[in-house]
């Protein structure tokens, strides 16, 4: 069986404050258990009782080839805690003790890693030209930020893209996923510089994070089957000017493509949830376009969202919202700007004036302060790291 992959809330919300700037204290275990945390010479580690052993929270090594221990004052090191190494960029290759059973969200992110080592007898992990998988093959764990190559074809077979696990990678143009791919983890591909991507149909959701600040990205084909497209999916993808949702989707969440291109939408008839700031608006989720198009359903939540407003947050949204009936919006018909259909393939013209920004980690210190006053993202985010997809039984 896939090992499950978890995440507890707080740690999950820690991660995020740590990498906005916060200090992020480990008081809870992969279990929820409260912990205690261990200094020992380079190392800072707690013990998880649910992995059995101590899990590594904070390392910061000054060699370029680095091997994880397989124990520390005589305990045994079972894992990494998440964004353990997150943007250090002396590490070239890290090497996988028998003894480590669980690597935690994007604990690689940012860095210099060109390649992955497993070692002989590991139960849960292998790797395949440097490329670090599940030993089942089913989930890609990691791929390494400073590998040399342009392209990477995905593995046919791989289900589940781990958190961060295509995070970061300066190196990656082009990307090749599989049909197999069911799991879209949250910050799968953030920061990568990819122009082109499209997602396989079997996944349903896309997590949180899982494409913000490709600050290349410019086309995107989107599942067919697509339900879910959760917190800052998107943010800060400056280039990206055209999005087609499915006719599937449902949910549309807080921030989702804040900072990008976008100069109008169409919102599917299916959708029933925008969160706050999911279009129309910068980066620093407060100035909104002035000239931003919202196409949808009249009485939808496309419509709703064309006006919304939010005394707890102070804003509220002055959009310009046309209507297409439903045929029009399922057979994709353009409609001009007085709401008539377009039949001499004339293009909606619809201008607005973005600014380039160049925030990048400074954009998620304000999207989690907004969250911690008590919208979605925390919630959201832990409800979706925790949930382990439901893995089948070999």
């Given at each position: ?50 992995y059995g052993g101590a ?95 342009e392209s990477y074809t ?241």
């Amino acid at each position: 069986m896939l090992s499950k992959w978890k995440l507890s809330v707080l740690a999950v919300c820690g991660v995020f404050c740590s990498v906005c700037g916060f200090t992020a204290f480990a008081d809870t275990g992969t279990s929820g258990e409260t912990i205690e945390e261990i200094i020992s010479g380079e190392y800072t580690y707690y013990i998880d009782e649910e992995y059995g052993g101590a899990v590594i929270a904070e390392y910061a090594p000054e060699e370029a080839d680095i091997r994880i221990p397989e124990e520390i004052d005589g305990q045994t090191v079972v894992g990494l805690e998440n964004f353990l190494f997150n943007e250090q960029l002396g590490i070239e290759t890290v090497t996988i003790p028998p003894t480590l059973c669980h690597i935690g969200a994007s604990a690689f992110y940012g860095t210099s890693i060109t390649e992955f080592i497993v070692e002989e007898g590991n139960p849960a992990y292998k790797t395949e030209d440097g490329v670090l998988f599940s030993k089942d093959g089913i989930a890609l764990i990691a791929y390494p930020p400073a590998k040399e190559g342009e392209s990477y074809t995905v593995p046919d077979g791989v289900e589940e893209l781990y958190h961060g696990c295509l995070s970061s990678c300066r190196n990656l143009r082009e990307l090749d996923l599989p049909d197999s791919i069911l799991y879209v983890d949250t910050w799968t591909f953030a920061g990568t510089p990819l122009q082109k991507l499209t997602i396989p149909d079997g996944v349903t959701q896309l997590s949180a994070y899982a494409c913000a600040y490709m600050q290349r990205l410019e086309e995107v084909e989107l599942p067919a089957n697509l339900l879910t497209v959760d917190v800052a999916a998107f943010a800060d993808c400056a280039q990206l000017q055209t999005i087609t949702f499915p006719q599937t989707l449902v949910s549309i969440g807080q921030a989702a493509f804040a900072g990008t291109g976008l100069e109008s939408v169409v919102i599917p008839e299916s959708v029933e949830e925008i969160g706050y700031c999911a279009f129309g608006y910068r980066n620093d989720l407060e100035t909104a376009y002035s000239n931003f198009t919202i196409y949808g359903l009249s009485g939808s939540a496309a419509e709703t969202y064309a006006t919304d407003t939010d005394d707890e947050y102070g804003y509220e949204n002055n959009f310009t919202f046309i209507a297409k009936t439903s045929k029009q919006l399922a057979e994709g018909i353009e409609l001009d700007a007085a709401g008539n259909e377009i039949t001499d393939n004339e293009a909606v013209d619809v201008v607005v004036q973005t600014e380039e920004t160049d925030e990048g980690f400074g954009t998620i210190l304000k999207i989690v302060l907004l969250v911690l006053g008590g919208v979605v993202l925390c919630g959201g985010i832990a409800a979706v790291a925790m949930s382990s997809r439901k893995k089948k039984e070999d």
